[in-house]
C-alpha cells in the first residue's frame, strides 16, 4: 500500500523567502509524484509532476521539486515567496500506469509580508 | 489543458433529501473520473472510481446505497447522495483522466460545497 507524509501541517515564510515543503512516500513501485495546490472553496490545481526521466522537475508559478529514490522524497521549493502562493498544497503518490492518487494530509503555506 | 467543471458549486438542502453533483470534462473524453470527500482542514479521501458503462468502484467504507454514482457517457459523471444527512456535508470533488495526456494525471473539478440542514 501506498502513503504520503508530508512533514508540518502549516508553514509559515515571509515574502521573498525561501519556499520548502516536505513531502515522503512509500511505494512497493517507482511511483508517479504529483504536488497540487488548492484555494480556498476551489478544486486541486496539479503544480508539477514526476513519472520519469529527469529527477528536477519544473512547474508552475516558479515552483519545483526533486525526486530523491534513496530518500523516497519529493520536496517542493520555491526560490522566492508570493503572497499569492499562500494556499493548502498536496502531494500525492500513485503506482505507475492507470492508477489511483493517494494524498498527503495538505500542508498550509501562510506568507506574510 | 483538460478543463473539467462541476455543478452546482455550493449546495444547501433539508436532512432526507436527495442531491446530484455533476462533473463534467468540458473539452475531452474521460473513460475515468473519480470522486473525492473532504472535510475541513483535512485532505482528499477517494470515495469511487467511476467507469464510463460500467458500475463504479467504491473505496472500503463508502456506503454504495447512499452515494450513487452514474458514468453514462464520456464526459459525464454523476454523484447522487441519497437521504442527506448534515453528517454528509462536506466538500466534493471530482477529477477525471484526461487519454490525450497519458492518462497519468487526473484534472480536479472546483469541487461542490454541499450543506445539510
Known amino acids: 500500500a501506498q502513503s504520503v507524509t508530508q512533514l508540518g501541517s502549516h508553514v509559515s515564510v515571509s515574502e521573498g523567502a525561501l519556499v520548502l515543503l516536505r513531502c515522503n512516500y512509500s511505494?512497493?513501485?517507482?511511483?508517479?509524484l504529483f504536488w497540487y495546490v488548492q484555494y480556498p472553496n476551489q478544486g486541486l490545481q496539479l503544480l508539477l509532476k514526476?513519472?520519469?526521466?529527469?529527477?528536477l522537475v519544473k512547474g508552475i508559478n516558479g515552483f519545483e521539486a526533486e525526486f530523491k529514490k534513496s530518500e523516497t522524497s519529493f520536496h517542493l521549493t520555491k526560490p522566492s515567496a508570493h503572497m499569492s502562493d499562500a494556499a493548502e498544497y498536496f502531494c500525492?503518490?500513485?503506482?505507475?500506469?492507470?492508477?489511483?492518487?493517494?494524498f498527503g494530509k495538505g500542508t498550509m503555506l501562510l506568507v506574510s509580508p | 489543458g483538460a478543463v473539467v467543471s462541476q455543478h452546482p458549486s455550493w449546495v444547501i438542502c433539508k436532512s432526507g433529501t436527495s442531491v446530484k453533483i455533476e462533473c463534467r470534462s468540458l473539452d475531452f473524453q474521460a473513460t475515468t473520473m473519480f470522486w473525492y470527500r473532504q472535510f475541513p482542514k483535512q485532505s482528499l479521501m477517494l470515495m469511487a472510481t467511476?467507469?464510463?458503462?460500467?458500475?463504479?468502484?467504491?473505496e472500503q467504507g463508502v456506503e454504495k446505497d447512499k452515494f450513487l454514482i452514474n458514468h453514462a457517457s464520456l464526459t459525464l459523471s454523476t454523484l447522487t447522495v441519497t437521504s442527506a444527512h448534515p453528517e454528509d456535508s462536506s466538500f466534493y470533488i471530482c477529477?477525471?483522466?484526461?487519454?490525450?495526456?497519458?492518462?497519468?494525471?487526473?484534472?480536479f473539478g472546483p469541487g461542490t460545497r454541499l450543506t445539510v440542514l
Open positions: 514526476y513519472t520519469t526521466g529527469a529527477t
Open positions: 511505494s512497493s513501485v517507482p511511483p508517479y
Open positions: 477529477s477525471a483522466r484526461d487519454p490525450r495526456a497519458g492518462g497519468t494525471e487526473q484534472f
Open positions: 467511476s467507469n464510463e458503462g460500467s458500475k463504479a468502484t467504491y
Open positions: 500525492a503518490v500513485s503506482d505507475r500506469g492507470y492508477s489511483t492518487l493517494t
